[in-house]
């Protein structure tokens, strides 16, 4: 137990490939602080964050600024992302996210319908880095198989202990000895 408690306090580190044109970001500089391996690159689409050890990518994008750019741009763009990256997370960034920004994800959310494309409201850089660390650990390997293991245990303890369980257990016994009888 102690060797579990041991792992999960030590701190999850990877190597995250960020796009050039985030390279003074606020979320990049985040990363770097909690001794993330950050590679910089001109050949991944504006504004991607890829966690490639876990499969997923995300695409920063800033709720304010696409009230003035080209609708079908932001779209195209977005379609590229996710032809690329299967696992993709859009994160649509705003302080606060007014009927404006809503109406904003209603509409992407409208235009990629049956996509696997996710996207997910973030308020601050801060959010955004938890949020996407959270996605990525628990996407990787190691943690997703710890995660299927705990899962697999929880399952198990609550069959052993429901009360519910052993009833229907004990009603199943009955149901045998009468058929046998």
Known sequence: MSENNRQEKTQWITTVIISSSLQGHEISTSLQNQRHRVRYSDSVEDGSII???SGVAFLLSNAQG???TDRELFFEKIKKFMTIHRNGFLLLSAAR???????MMFKVQQRFLGSNLRLIPVHNTAEAVKLMLTI????SKPHLDNIR???LMAKAQIVEQSSVWKMLHQRQLECTLINTT
């Open 136 to 139: 990525a650990k628990t996407s």
């Open 149 to 151: 293991y705990r899962m």
């Open 51 to 53: 966690f490639s050890v």
């Open 97 to 103: 996210h007014g009927p404006k920004e809503w109406d």
């Open 66 to 68: 696409l009230f003035f």
